[in-house]
């Protein structure tokens, strides 16, 4: 029985340990089982997402924008540049102690530590590895910080040596000149997109191309592997604007606008052969380095954006469809009555009984009368034909955003005295530049050439991509340009604009007075003027037309003779020798010694009130005219070229407060037109 006993015991320790061999196995088998169950699960389901990290925690990829491309005066004058600098970050899930990293961030750069303190916590909660701290710092500013955020014991490969702290290579745009040129320039964002300006419609050329550089770092942050991709750099832009001519037009257009205390003014000076545009003034104006001061009132580039009635400066397309049909000629006359014209029953006046004049003297006193004689022989389909050539209602093509192309209704639109409205100066809506440039082409011996502002574009290297090579149109015949020019010269020597005339130099021009539309009345505001001067220099062989247009000058002599004129002659006696133009070798002097000729307004009324009464008009006399005449609004819905010009001002600038007449919304363009239509009628 013993010895039964001791071998089923023995049976029972090899069952054991059979047993537990197996176990051990089975245990063996199921953590092996669970290991590759997990390593297919990672390999497999999670390959991408941990690849991801991987990458995340050995690679960095920076990107780095190429400086944005300078601008240029003609003169290799920079207006616009680009500067390096840096921003200062945190990576918050690197940060050891928030607390601490606040407090001194805070008093090196002057934050509140109480709301950096909450930034960086929000963004270590979220994993942010990007915070902006401090941004557009200089080096010098830079390596001040580096000093002062020094911590021994730090590893970083990078600077500062401060826990979760590094630095980002950015740009920054800075403008030399400020003010200078600001319309014409424009600026561009924090982001390095232009918004206004050159910068904004050359944004493609300038922008800096991005590079891309792809580091691989070992666990102490050292880069061992660099992948660098590039593309097409940006390039550098040269202006046909002269630093000097510009700073001149400006100058004397803000003494202009500030004596008559006017709302806004705009000059623009063209070399007539080439059609390059030296300056481009507006004011008010803004300094681009400012954003912060940029706003609705200052940001319009008047000059190109506002269109407005001309007035008697219309009468150069006139007499200019007149003697392109031989019709008239400068010594021929007309006989302007009583100075009175009734034509489909409203009646025009002169500011007198003139009697019979030639048409030099016609140009000369601006003789509403004679002007509406001139445009009812010349005929609707003529007169229309020849305000086309010059260019009128269709954007001039100049490089830069938002250009109105201006109002000319087509012939089925017009009413029974629309064609005398539109010979002086009414139913028509201009931009100052497209006035300049009309002037240019008699200028330049009847051949009319694109304006454009770019003379240039090239490699950072100077290596010239392209030149600009304006289109020319030959519009009216050289004789009819030239006799033009002998007119436009009798109004410098014997009518409205004497004060324009410049000692050494022959000037020709011409002045225009007209009255505003007042979106408040509903009609044309006898208070409210847009006051101009255009004009060129020699007047046999003209080198450069200047225009100057102030919009509404409400103290002193508010007529184009009066306030416009002045301020040409300012700009023409400095930028003339400037540009090393020669003086006429016998320098006239005015030929009539006798009292100052005062532009007719309107229907011909004379400003008489020079020193700002509005009553000096009487309002029996207002209603004489219709207050359709002076068209500063657009034309109704229906036309395109309505449509597309509400468009971009709707979209780039509301032109609320920037000129006359204001390009508005489209609600209220509409508005305005179907207003003047409608008047029109009755």
Request: zero cysteines; aromatic letters at 6%.
């Amino acid at each position: 029985m013993a010895v039964r006993a001791t071998r089923k015991k023995r049976t029972d320790l090899r069952q054991v340990a059979f047993t537990r061999f197996m176990l051990i196995v089975a245990f063996f088998v199921l953590w092996i089982a669970g290991i590759g169950t997990r390593l297919v699960y990672l390999q497999v389901n999670q390959h991408e997402e941990l690849r991801k990290k991987a990458l995340v925690q050995r690679r960095d990829v920076k990107q780095t924008k190429q400086l944005r491309g300078t601008i240029y005066d003609r003169n290799e004058r920079a207006l616009a540049i680009s500067i390096n600098v840096k921003t200062l970050y945190a990576d918050a899930t690197k940060i050891e102690d928030v607390e601490e990293t606040a407090k001194t961030l805070s008093g090196l750069l002057k934050l509140n530590a109480k709301e950096l303190t909450g930034q960086l916590e929000e963004a270590r909660s979220l994993e942010r590895r990007f915070v902006p701290i401090a941004k557009g710092l200089d080096e010098q500013a830079v390596q001040n910080l580096n000093r002062d955020l020094e911590r021994r014991g730090v590893k970083k490969a990078d600077l500062p040596k401060f826990p979760g702290l590094h630095w980002r290579d950015e740009q920054k745009r800075s403008y030399p000149h400020r003010s200078l040129a600001a319309h014409v320039v424009g600026f561009s964002n924090h982001a390095g997109v232009g918004q206004a300006g050159i910068e904004q419609s050359q944004n493609d050329i300038l922008y800096g191309a991005v590079i891309k550089r792809t580091q691989e770092r070992d666990r102490l942050g050292r880069v061992y592997d660099e992948l660098v991709s590039e593309k097409e750099p940006p390039r550098d832009i040269v202006l046909t604007i002269d630093n000097t001519v510009q700073y001149i037009a400006e100058q004397s257009l803000e003494k202009a606008v500030r004596a008559s205390n006017a709302k806004a003014g705009m000059a623009i000076v063209i070399s007539n052969k080439t059609g390059e545009v030296l300056a481009m003034a507006n004011y008010p104006t803004f300094d681009p380095n400012d954003l912060e001061g940029i706003t609705a009132e200052n940001l319009a580039n008047g000059s190109i954006q506002n269109m407005y009635s001309p007035g008697s400066v219309f009468k150069l397309i006139t007499y200019g469809s007149a003697l392109e049909k031989d019709l008239i000629s400068p010594e021929a006359e007309i006989d302007t009555g009583g100075g009175t014209i009734e034509v489909a029953k409203h009646k025009f006046k002169d500011h007198g009984s003139l009697g019979r004049i030639s048409y030099a003297k016609a140009m000369a006193v601006s003789s509403n009368v004679a002007a509406i004689k001139t445009s009812l022989r010349v005929g609707r389909e003529d007169f229309y034909s020849t305000v086309k050539k010059f260019g009128f209602g269709n954007a001039t093509g100049i490089e830069l955003p938002a250009e109105t192309p201006g109002l000319v209704r087509p012939i089925e639109r017009w009413f029974g005295d629309s064609l005398a409205s539109m010979s002086i100066g009414y139913e028509i809506g201009v931009s100052a530049l497209q006035m300049a440039n009309a002037f240019a082409t008699i200028a330049n011996d009847g051949v009319r050439i694109q304006p454009h502002l770019i003379k240039e574009i090239r490699q950072s290297d100077e290596t010239i991509v392209s030149v600009t090579r304006p289109e020319k149109t030959q519009v009216v015949s050289v004789e009819t340009a030239r006799d033009l020019r002998k007119m436009l010269r009798q109004v410098v020597l014997n009518g409205t604009g004497k004060r324009a005339q410049v000692a050494g130099y022959t000037i020709a021009g011409k002045t225009g007075t007209a009255w505003k539309f007042d979106e408040k009345l509903k009609r044309v505001n006898s208070a409210k003027y847009v006051s101009s001067f255009i004009g060129f220099a020699p007047a046999d062989n003209p080198d450069v037309t200047i225009a100057v247009v102030i919009d509404e000058p409400r103290s002193g002599g508010r007529d184009g003779g009066s306030v416009a004129a002045p301020a040409f002659r300012e700009i023409a006696e400095r930028i003339l020798p400037e540009l090393n133009v020669r003086r006429d070798e016998i320098a006239e002097t005015l030929a009539d010694s006798g009292d100052e000729v005062v532009e007719p307004v309107g229907n011909g009324e004379v400003e008489t009130n020079r020193f700002g009464d509005d009553s000096a008009v009487g309002s029996d006399e207002l209603q004489a005219i219709r207050p359709s005449l002076p068209i500063v609004g657009r034309k109704p819905a229906a036309s395109r070229s309505d449509t597309d010009a509400s468009r971009i001002s709707k979209k780039v600038i509301d032109r609320k407060t920037t000129g006359t007449p204001n390009i508005k919304s489209d609600k209220q363009n509409s508005r305005i037109g179907k207003h003047i239509e409608t008047e029109s009628r009755n």
